[in-house]
């Protein structure tokens, strides 16, 4: 028996201090945009130990239950099972270890069920990073679980018979729920959870000490349901905290436009957040942009309502809130229901077209477009194959905005419909690979690369007659981690967005804080279009909008701001993070509750 219990022990041990080492190399891996002490790397040690046990305790559940058949049943399969098992508990551990510490640096939460949502259209998912890259990481992978498996295996010796089995039966038996009760994390009325290993108030701190095994597994479900539910509060309460803050009514605007019937044109430039603008005081990135927005109606205190394209589309195209843990785009049959700008233009009279210069099946976008009311659609398939190998998420930008301008010149004033274009950049992206050099550094050498296009772009439509009547409304998704901006910093979730052409009556500046949510509402007000099915879209420019403030999502958490504070809410350990405002925590989470529960229903 006792050689039974020093395998049990050894294996426990093992896969505890395999946890320990992940997080070392996690932290040193960090070391370079990352500040901590060798005493914040014990702490974080100490303090994620109880997930480490929690997550050694599940990987302990087949090793125990081989244990006790070995009690009556030794031969040569189970030894065999034994080393099985292992291959699989390193394959498990190799990839999270490796995704949990190569993604951080870009999405800056831990490894969770989101990945899970890119594997169908892995090349597009690849596309963020080099043929090198991709190359060094599965030969990197490959090794690292070929380690780990012979870490497990290494002098596994087969059991040898026992007399005594029931008395060595009953013992082991016993042990398998203390074996549970370790995964739930004692016997109190609260289960293991990851909040429990957050203890600092640095964000990388409390992530290093998060076991990503079990950040992936505690987030499986809330990932891959169709919804989510917040509770927070009763639903007066809620009601009372949301009274007046979305009236979707349009009363005496300020009229912006000439016309109620503009062609239109809505660019959604890919990560260019105000922090690569004027508005983060970098104006030699993108010149272009910041002359531009002295020349129409620029929307100063605009704000993402996400930190992913895929939300930011939704929250555009639907004027709907976004969700921290899921997203809207991916879930076609809640997405069917959900209010469209294009799908109200089609009913007003309007042709609707989308462009796109990648996989338009990436992240379920072409089922979420046709949803909202698009028709048609140019992608990467539709470009020749040298144009589609111009960048590597697909079709550099400068070659789509060409096409889009082709489009734009066929228009006439004899066309029975007015015309909208969407259209999605993406040179702009991970890696930051674009056809010109002129910064030294690649993130911003790519927004200025997106600038240069957006200067050509606008003045190649000012020399056309479709320009008089040309509405063209650029405005990013979201921001990005760059430097020392996170989700801490306001700066990331603060966008620019900019009315142009001449279907623009006059150059101004609207300093009201807003969500880029509010553009469908404050769109359809300027053209006299009803949107009342738009619940959570504000007309900012109407006298009904009399309480600004602008509502941000990131991983498990929300941000707003207001004229007064700007606060962070962290929802996994359920407290603030930035601020202490309690309205605008209330405000927030009755938010996330009416939102949630109106998805729901759908």
């Known amino acids: 028996m006792r050689q039974r219990v020093l395998f049990l022990v050894r294996t426990f041990l093992t896969s505890v201090v395999l946890f320990l080492g992940a997080k070392v190399v996690f932290m040193l891996t960090n070391l370079g945009t990352e500040k901590f002490t060798a005493g914040d790397m014990w702490d974080v040690l100490l303090h994620g130990l109880t997930l480490d046990l929690s997550t050694t305790c599940y990987l302990m559940i087949v090793p125990l239950l081989l244990t006790v058949v070995s009690i009556w049943y030794v031969g040569r399969w189970l030894r065999w099972a034994i080393r099985l098992w292992f ?126 095994v079990f950040s992936f597994m505690a987030s499986f479900e809330s990932t891959v349901r169709d919804d989510v539910r917040y509770t927070f509060m009763t639903d007066e309460e809620c009601n009372s905290t949301l009274a007046g803050v979305f009236n979707t009514q349009t009363l005496n605007p300020d009229t912006l436009l000439r016309t109620q019937r503009p062609n239109i044109v809505v660019v959604m430039m890919e990560s260019a957040g105000g922090q690569f603008t004027k508005i983060g005081g970098k104006d030699y990135i993108m010149p272009h942009f910041n002359r531009l927005s002295d020349e129409g109606v620029y929307f100063s205190q605009c704000y993402a309502n996400s930190f992913r394209t895929d939300r930011a589309t939704v929250c555009i195209w639907s004027g709907h809130e976004s969700f921290p843990t899921m997203s809207l785009q991916k879930v076609p049959k809640k997405n069917a229901n959900l209010p469209g700008i294009a799908r109200s233009l089609v009913k007003a009279g309007y042709d609707t077209h989308y462009y796109y210069g990648g996989d338009i099946n990436f992240t379920k976008k072409r089922s979420y477009l046709i949803n909202s009311g698009f028709e048609q659609f140019t992608y990467k398939s539709d470009f020749s194959r040298r144009e589609q190998r111009t960048a590597q998420w697909g079709v550099c930008d400068s070659i789509v905005f060409d096409r889009i301008i082709q489009h734009i010149q066929t228009w006439n004033q004899d066309d029975e419909k007015p015309h909208l274009i969407g259209y999605n950049t993406l040179s702009s992206h991970e890696p930051w690979d674009v056809p010109t050099k002129e910064l030294d550094d690649p993130v911003e050498n790519a927004f200025h690369y997106l600038d240069r296009c957006i200067g050509h772009f606008v003045e190649s439509l000012r020399q056309l007659p479709q320009w008089n009547n040309l509405l063209l409304i650029l405005l990013p998704d979201h921001g990005v981690k760059y430097g020392k901006i996170d989700e801490r910093n306001p700066l990331i979730m603060h966008i620019p967005m900019l009315w142009l052409g001449g279907a623009v009556r006059n150059a101004r500046v609207i300093d009201v804080i807003c969500n880029q949510s509010d553009l469908a509402a404050t769109l359809l007000g300027q053209l006299g279009i009803g949107h009342d099915d738009f619940l959570f879209s504000r007309d900012v420019l109407s006298q009904t909008y009399t309480r600004p403030f602008a509502y941000h999502t990131f991983n498990n958490g929300f941000t707003l701001i207001d004229s007064t504070q700007f606060v962070v809410y962290d929802l996994t350990t359920d407290q603030p993070m930035v601020g202490s405002d309690e309205g605008l925590f209330q405000l927030g989470k009755a938010i996330l509750q009416t939102t949630s529960e109106d998805l729901a229903r759908r």
């Open 87 to 212: 291959v699989l508990v390193a394959i498990m551990l190799g990839l999270a270890f490796a995704a949990d510490t190569a993604l951080y640096p870009h999405w800056g939460f831990k490894l969770d069920a989101t990945c899970l949502q890119y594997l169908s259209t892995p090349e597009a998912a690849a596309a963020s990073v080099s043929m090198g890259w991709l190359l060094a990481g599965l030969i990197g992978l490959i090794g690292l679980i070929a380690l780990i498996a012979f870490i497990y295996n290494w002098r596994l010796r087969p059991f040898a018979p026992l007399g005594k089995r029931w008395p060595y039966g009953t013992l082991c038996i016993v042990m398998i729920p203390l074996l549970f009760l370790g995964i739930r994390g004692g016997i109190d009325e609260s289960t293991t959870n990851i909040g429990q290993v957050y203890y600092s108030q640095n964000a990388f701190l409390n992530h290093s000490a998060v076991n990503p």
